[in-house]
Every structure is written in C-alpha cells, then in structure tokens.
C-alpha cells in the first residue's frame, strides 16, 4: 500500500511513532518532576509554630498546640489547624491566617473556627508561604484581589 507522496505506508506510520515519542521525551525532559510535597514552616500571632505542605489542598497544618484546646468538633470531624484566607470587605483586604478548625473528610468539607483564628507572623515575604502575599506590618496581606 502507498501513501499519497509515494512511500510505503509502513515508513510513515514509523516515523509518525518516532516524531510522537520525540515530541513525547522533549515535553518531559522541559518539565521538572516534583515529589508532590512543598512543607513550610510557620509562626502566628497566638504563638503556634506550625508546618503545612503547600501541595495539599486542604492546607492541614501541623501546630505545636492541640487543636482540641481551640475547636470543638461534632463526631465524625477531626479538629485540626488550617491555613485560611480571610477577605475583609471594609479594606478589600486578604489576610493569612491560622485556624482551628473541624474537617469532616467523608463530606469533603473544613468548618473554620473564627474565634482561634491568629495572623501568619512574618518578616519578609518568603514568610507568607504564597507568593500572592506580602509581608506588610508583620502581617501577611494581599491587597491586589
């Protein structure tokens, strides 16, 4: 069987393989693999030293505190701290906090608990754990959205 320029079919099914795998191996090799973690430590305004990786949506820190002390969660929620990014209409202000909070992971839903809730503390911005946020004040705050 040929094809419309005169070569086997074969050939240009081989070669149409080859320039997939090259393609293939090119995108990949542009790409950096990342383990799938990006753990940051920080400090809020109560005075909780705390780690989160960034990677994992629901932003689950790990704090130097129980969060029993802070949150009290119905059955089938686990207590927890959680980063949180607060909106204050009045400034048009985001804010970074840390929360307790209950996670109810059989509903997929995080119930923040206001109340304990304490500022992200920084000194410079690679304190703010985003790159949205900047260090104003000691606080971290994004006032761009």
Do not use: K
Not at 55 to 76: H, K, L, M, N, R
Not at 78 to 88: G, H, K, N, Q, T
Request: hydrophobic residues 30%; aromatic residues 6%; proline residues 3%.
């Amino acid at each position: 069987m040929e094809n419309t320029i005169g070569r086997p079919l074969a050939l240009t099914l081989r070669g149409l393989a080859l320039l997939t795998t090259l393609v293939l191996a090119g995108a990949s090799a542009g790409c950096e693999v990342s383990d799938g973690t990006d753990v940051r430590s920080y400090t809020d305004s109560a005075g909780r030293s705390c780690t989160v990786d960034l990677f994992d949506i629901s932003y689950t820190a790990t704090c130097d505190a129980d969060p029993t002390t802070v949150v009290t969660c119905t059955e089938g929620q686990e207590p927890a701290f959680v980063l949180d990014d607060d909106y204050d209409f009045e400034t048009e202000i985001w804010t970074l906090r840390s929360c307790g909070a209950c996670i109810d992971r059989a509903a997929r839903t995080t119930y923040t608990d206001s109340p304990s809730c304490a500022l992200v503390d920084c000194e410079t911005d690679l304190d703010c754990l985003h790159d949205r946020y900047t260090c104003m004040g000691g606080i971290c705050q994004d006032l761009g959205n």
